[in-house]
């Protein structure tokens, strides 16, 4: 669904009327669940992508609560390479396949071909560093980490521009 489709101009107002009647305290899960709807009218299996990641980030949140000195920096580590791993394949999987090409010809073996289904997922790039920006926020001390999945992965679904958002609470 694009925002300048007939669709999105039904979906909105339907949305916007939703949560005008959904409690106050439940809203976050109307947006949510809207938000979920609007990717996966895009293409619904790179919901996975996000689900991942941001399953990445929460945990890593919470287990960093527990870790001080290096296992917190290995923890940092593997959690960072995790969230960009996804990244790094739609968008560098093609061009590193190619400037690998030569390798496989120098010792004769069949060279790799282009991946053509590969099709960059929606905001990829934006709740990558989102959810990367989270992790290094906690790592450093500035947030607590955010207490519900659900609104950690709202905050990716719904395309804010602040970081880490208001659901993480400032340590003092």
Same mark, same amino acid.
Request: aromatic share 16%; with cysteine.
């Given at each position: 669904?694009?925002?300048?489709?007939?669709?999105?101009?039904?979906?909105?107002?339907?949305?916007?009327? =939703?949560?005008?009647?959904?409690?106050?305290?439940?809203?976050?899960?109307?947006?949510?669940?809207?938000?979920? =709807?609007?990717? /996966?009218?895009?293409?619904?299996?790179?919901?996975?992508?996000?689900? #991942?990641?941001?399953?990445?980030?929460?945990?890593?949140?919470? /287990?960093?609560? *527990?870790?001080?000195?290096?296992?917190?920096?290995?923890?940092?580590?593997?959690?960072?390479?995790?969230?960009?791993?996804?990244?790094?394949?739609?968008?560098? #999987?093609?061009?590193? =396949?190619?400037?690998?090409?030569? #390798?496989?010809?120098?010792?004769?073996?069949?060279?790799?071909?282009?991946?053509?289904?590969?099709?960059?997922?929606?905001?990829?790039?934006?709740?990558?560093?989102?959810? =990367?920006?989270?992790?290094?926020?906690? *790592?450093?001390?500035?947030?607590?980490?955010?207490?519900?999945?659900?609104?950690?992965?709202?905050?990716?679904?719904?395309?804010?521009?602040?970081?880490?958002?208001?659901?993480? #609470?400032?340590?003092?």
């Amino acid at each position: 669904m694009l925002f300048n489709s007939a669709l999105f101009l039904f979906f909105f107002p339907c949305v916007a009327a =939703l949560l005008n009647v959904t409690p106050p305290q439940s809203r976050w899960v109307t947006l949510l669940l809207a938000s979920i =709807l609007f990717y /996966a009218s895009w293409d619904y299996r790179y919901l996975v992508i996000i689900f #991942a990641i941001a399953t990445v980030a929460y945990v890593y949140g919470h /287990a960093c609560r *527990h870790l001080a000195g290096k296992p917190a920096r290995w923890a940092l580590a593997s959690a960072i390479v995790l969230i960009l791993l996804p990244l790094i394949f739609f968008k560098y #999987a093609n061009f590193i =396949l190619d400037n690998l090409a030569p #390798a496989f010809s120098v010792f004769g073996a069949p060279s790799p071909g282009r991946i053509s289904s590969l099709i960059l997922p929606l905001g990829i790039s934006f709740y990558t560093f989102q959810l =990367l920006s989270y992790c290094l926020d906690i *790592h450093a001390g500035r947030y607590t980490p955010n207490e519900s999945f659900g609104k950690l992965l709202l905050i990716q679904c719904i395309f804010r521009t602040r970081s880490p958002g208001p659901s993480c #609470a400032p340590r003092n």
